[in-house]
């Protein structure tokens, strides 16, 4: 501000110059081409895009409500965990032996690293004056290559997921409980818990009014794999995701275990 | 009366200079749609910035029955989506708004990338640009917690054991992000945090240092 007119009056005390400024848009002519201003001719036809962007954002939000599955349980040992679409594709590359277990570094860091890392210093990468893609295979040729990647990883995590989801429903409401030893035998519909079950409805809550299974596994036939002793320390000391101590009766976990260890 | 009104602000602060910048850059030919159609491409940038507009505003409703903590979290969000009067617009919009900036920003990447608009002397707004990118995807991971479901749970357990699972740095990061030992209450107070305050502010400084620059440097010529 050193070099103001000398002649130049302010507002005040202020440093805004009491001179003003004509507020019209300058002429476009001179400009090459079909050059226009930003307001109000370019941003009009902007709002138009955004408007039949917004139009179709609002029918997807109307048909497809926002899913809302159940209320998070730790204990849900049966939920198949599935990150955000746009995470699936380093997701499903650490399910990869390669990049899994001792070689989990090369999947969360060094992969991913290189990738965006490369991605991040493009510029001074690929320094060269030409700007069309055909112009520098090499940096058109990884991104495309890098794109590839993307979906097919993303394909293969959806696939992967909608196949187990679908071999989950197949093999009963059990079939999540993944290592736990009861078998995840199919629900049999007709079958019919004794008494002694029913009695028992912190039971129920995990293992089905009839034992058909729910969160916790199924155990009509549990009988076929445990005997007796086995099911009463399950129940006495709890087992993977099952809490222990949920029957304090000695002599009440005993009849049921007997119970449970006939079923075959 | 309007003009009588920018007239007496004008003459104070001086704002026409600012005005006429804002509503006279040029936009050039080659980047217009109503000339070329498949201009279109350089609209991505503009979308994404739209849908974040909507993200923000969804957002802030949103917060008016959201309660971050892992008693009521879940049921405001159903109560939200169930009972509050286009609670279940608001909510979608802010859902699928999630995935469509995640959409747009990608396109708009690869707009630049392939026009090769990142080379000198926009280096800078790239690297910007990369950085909201990431910004972006923190937003996305810690919004997915917030209904506290069964998937956000999940999805987030399995997210931070892949953090936990990075050397030196990665045991660190998880502690960081879920408060103790277990996903819980401080996990969800914490992303609550990080989505609404810590993320968003760096998302705002970022966009206006990517806008500024576009301003003073202008659009890519054409190829």
Same mark, same amino acid.
């Given at each position: 501000m050193a070099k103001l007119d000398k002649d130049a009056t302010f507002v005040g005390d202020s440093r805004v110059t009491a001179k003003r400024i004509p507020n019209i848009s300058p002429s476009y002519s001179d400009f090459p081409g079909k050059n226009e201003p930003f307001w109000p001719n370019f941003l009009l036809k902007e709002w138009m895009v955004a408007a039949v962007c917004l139009v179709g954002f609002l029918i997807l939000t109307v048909s497809h409500p926002s899913p809302l599955t159940d209320k998070a349980n730790p204990n849900d040992t049966s939920f198949v965990p599935l990150p955000d679409w746009y995470f699936l594709f380093l997701y499903q590359m650490l399910k990869y032996p390669w990049a899994a277990g001792d070689w989990v570094v090369l999947g969360t860091i060094i992969i991913p690293g290189i990738a965006f890392g490369g991605l991040m210093l493009a510029p001074w990468l690929d320094t060269s004056k030409d700007r069309r893609p055909s112009k520098r295979p090499v940096a058109t040729g990884l991104m495309l290559?890098?794109? %590839? @990647? %993307?979906?097919?990883?993303?394909?293969?995590?959806?696939?992967?997921?909608? *196949?187990?989801?679908? *071999?989950?429903?197949? !093999? !009963?409401?059990? !079939?999540g409980g993944g290592s736990s030893a009861a078998a995840p035998a199919p629900a049999d519909t007709s079958f019919t818990a004794d008494a002694l079950w029913k009695a028992q409805t912190s039971c129920m809550g995990c293992h089905g009014k009839n034992m058909e299974g729910g969160m916790g596994p199924n155990l009509q036939? &549990?009988?076929?794999?445990?005997?007796?002793?086995? &099911?009463?320390? %399950? &129940?006495?000391? !709890?087992? @993977?995701?099952?809490?222990?101590g949920m029957i304090k009766d000695d002599a009440e976990i005993a009849k049921l275990a007997e119970y449970m260890a006939s079923l075959k | 009366m309007l003009q009588k009104m920018y007239d007496w602000v004008d003459e104070r602060l001086n704002i026409t200079p600012m005005w006429r910048d804002l509503a006279d850059h040029e936009v050039p030919e080659h980047v217009n749609p109503a000339h070329h159609f498949s201009a279109f491409v350089y609209c991505f940038g503009g979308l994404t910035f739209f849908i974040t507009v909507i993200q923000i505003l969804s957002g802030m409703f949103l917060t008016m029955y959201y309660v971050p903590d892992i008693i009521n979290a879940y049921e405001s969000v159903k109560y939200l989506q169930n009972e509050v009067a286009f609670g279940v617009i608001v909510r979608g919009m802010h859902h699928w708004g999630a995935s469509l900036v995640i959409v747009m920003m990608f396109l708009h990447t690869l707009r630049v990338f392939f026009t090769g608009a990142y080379k000198k002397p926009r280096e800078l707004n790239w690297v910007v640009g990369m950085l909201i990118f990431f910004v972006m995807l923190g937003l996305g991971f810690t919004g997915y917690l917030l209904p506290w479901d069964n998937t956000a749970y999940f999805a987030t357990k399995v997210g931070l054991e892949i953090a936990n699972s990075v050397p030196l740095i990665g045991p660190y990061v998880k502690m960081l992000l879920t408060g103790g030992d277990i996903v819980g209450a401080q996990t969800l107070s914490r992303f609550f945090a990080i989505h609404v305050f810590f993320l968003p502010g760096a998302l705002l400084g970022l966009l206006g240092a990517h806008f500024v620059m576009i301003r003073s440097q202008g659009i890519s010529g054409p190829l």
């Open positions: 290559t890098a794109l %590839v @990647g %993307v979906f097919y990883l993303t394909w293969a995590a959806d696939h992967e997921h909608s *196949a187990n989801h679908s *071999a989950n429903k197949g !093999g !009963g409401a059990a !079939g036939k &549990i009988g076929a794999q445990l005997d007796a002793t086995q &099911i009463a320390d %399950v &129940i006495k000391n !709890g087992k @993977g995701a099952m809490p222990a | -």
